[in-house]
């Protein structure tokens, strides 16, 4: 079927300007560390970037804010980074903010071929200016709109030849989501079995949803917030 | 007594045995150790995981396992993991039983706002406009007057809000109340404060519950 490939060049280099990137992970847990940082090398601009958060200053997709690729980002919390603050005010950097159970909706509907749906969740707030309010059963809702990105960015624990992917602990966060979301999406994880070494009933995500799939070495997985008993 | 911890020794109160239950990032997550050990719950973290467990020994971190504050954490048993969509079905479904919340200003109608000062960077909403929408049980803690001492229970809250009318609980370091229909009801002085203290500190208008009762 050829999905898995040596490299992440030859798919990163397909990536044009102005491209939407749909990119999982939650802080830095269960990021697409290796895909970002080969688009931080290819040096792409005018990006629109939709993820629940965008990294840190020198790490995750704070790389691409550092390499000024990034021109539009769609997040629900970005307050880790200090250089987004700065290309925000000084307008370089476009921001939509959206609830966090919004945009795993949208990405879920825009995955699932629905084209929007309705949420209570941004009533009355800024969120729902300029937005549709319907009213069902008495309650007001407003419409919100699925998304769909051109390439997904998606971390995974194992994954086999078929591309179907397997996710460990609180890693998983959008990453299944992200895989439905995406016109192209590439799937880089830590081990590759072989087919029919995953147990069917234990796959996350089918690998009717992914087209490549990269085995990266020698993860990072940075800790954002080190607590533990002691501490 | 510190405010905060006559809030915080408060908002546990809140939680029942059986519940599942969402902290919020910050002093409600302080609540978390708390929970008598007699009271089972299961705690959420909209990042993906039901069953919170305690901070992990230094030997057992994983970077795979996190809180929606981005803190290493354990599982507990009978945990379970599931993606950010289905982790908002459960709060957007009305499947959570109670979410404990930070305040910046609650209003007389339960007006809510927590996620914004404007002129201050954006940070974003996270999941807050999610869970005051979803969860059955809305909790607010917060001081009840700010560092130049105005009161944070306004009449109309002045702040970008989280949610309308979604507050049923405030809980400060003065006074607990509760919302209803028919507006905001005093319930509760913490120790020592007397009600002419929180009529005075209270910006918001509210009515006596006749059988207020003064906390340990």
Known sequence: MGKVISSLDE???????GATIVAGGFGLCGIPEKLISSLRDKGVKDLTVVSNNCGVDDWGLGLLLENRQIK????????????????????????????????????????????????????????????????????TYIMEKGIVGDYAFVKAWKADPFGNLVFRKTARN?????????????????????????????????????????????????????????? | MTGRKLILERAVKEIQDGMCVNLG??????????????????????????????????????????????ETVTAKAGASYFDSAESFSMIRGGHIDLAILGGMEVSGNGDLANWMIPGKMVK??????????????????????NKHGESKVKKNCTLPLTGQGVVHCLITDLAVFHFTDAGMELVELQNGVALDEVKEKTEADFTVSESLKQLD
């Open chain 1, 72 to 139: 539009k980002m769609v997040a629900s919390y970005v307050g880790e980074n200090k250089r987004f603050e700065q290309q925000f005010l000084s307008g370089e950097l476009e921001v939509e903010l959206v609830p966090q159970g919004t945009l795993a909706e949208r990405l879920r509907a825009g995955g699932a071929g629905i084209p929007a749906f309705y949420t209570a969740t941004g009533v009355g707030t800024e969120v729902a200016e300029g937005k549709e309010h319907k009213e069902f059963d008495g309650k």
């Open chain 1, 11 to 17: 798919v990163v280099q397909q990536i044009e300007d």
């Open chain 2, 124 to 145: 974003g909403m996270g999941g807050a406009m999610d869970l005051v929408q979803g969860a059955k049980r809305i909790v607010v803690i917060m001081d009840h007057v």
């Open chain 1, 174 to 231: 959008f990453n299944p989501v992200i895989a439905t979301a995406g016109k192209i999406t590439i799937a880089e994880v830590e081990e590759i079995v072989g087919i029919g070494e995953l147990d069917p009933d234990g796959i996350h995500t089918s690998g009717v949803y992914v087209q490549k799939v990269f085995v990266g070495e020698n993860y990072q997985k940075r800790i954002e917030k080190l607590t533990t008993a002691n501490s």
């Open chain 2, 25 to 70: 990032i910050g002093m409600p997550t302080l609540i978390a150790n708390m929970i008598p050990e007699d009271v089972d719950v299961m705690l959420q973290s909209e990042n993906g995981l039901l069953g919170i467990g305690a901070y992990p020994k230094e030997t057992e971190v994983d970077p795979d396992l996190i809180n929606a504050g981005k």
